[in-house]
């Protein structure tokens, strides 16, 4: 939420013409690094095992269907964003699998939780600026 809340103030910030603040300091441009990257961290987790998953199933099964498809991107959206699917028609007893989805979880949980503190390490460390008087 915080992440969300940084990102709204600088762009709206940026709009209006003005410094960008959040709670009396500054955003500066660390802070906005570490707010994307921690938008495309569980993105990339998820699409990059997803692509490889569809990419190896591609070759052992001739018949390609919709849930064929659908599977392994449900499974690593799933566990990248934190709701458990139950695949029916998905094998993932293999080692590939059982890999993957934990590095998703490592990855796509742990990842934006560094990130974020990292933005208010910063913010913390940061100083205050002097309120100017209002008119």
């Known amino acids: 939420m915080i ?3 940084v990102l709204t103030v600088f762009v709206a910030g940026l709009m209006v013409g003005r410094t960008p603040e959040y709670l009396g300091k500054k955003i500066e441009r660390r802070e906005i690094t570490y707010v ?11 699409l990059i095992p997803t692509a490889i998953a569809l ?11 919709a849930r064929v498809q659908r599977d392994p991107v449900r499974i ?14 998905l094998s993932i007893a293999n080692d ?13 949980r ?6 974020a503190l990292g ?3 910063h913010s913390c460390a940061s100083r205050a600026i ?5 008119y």
């Open 3 to 5: 992440l969300l809340a």
């Open 55 to 65: 990419i190896r199933d591609s070759r052992r099964r001739q018949r390609r269907t």
């Open 76 to 89: 690593h959206l799933g566990l990248g964003e934190q709701r458990q699917r139950s695949m029916g028609g």
């Open 119 to 121: 933005v208010a390490a």
């Open 130 to 134: 002097p309120r100017r008087p209002e």
């Open 36 to 46: 994307v990257l921690a938008a495309l961290v569980p993105t990339v987790s998820i």
């Open 110 to 115: 742990f990842g934006t939780m560094v990130l």
């Open 96 to 108: 590939f699998y059982n890999w993957s989805t934990a590095i998703v979880m490592l990855i796509g």
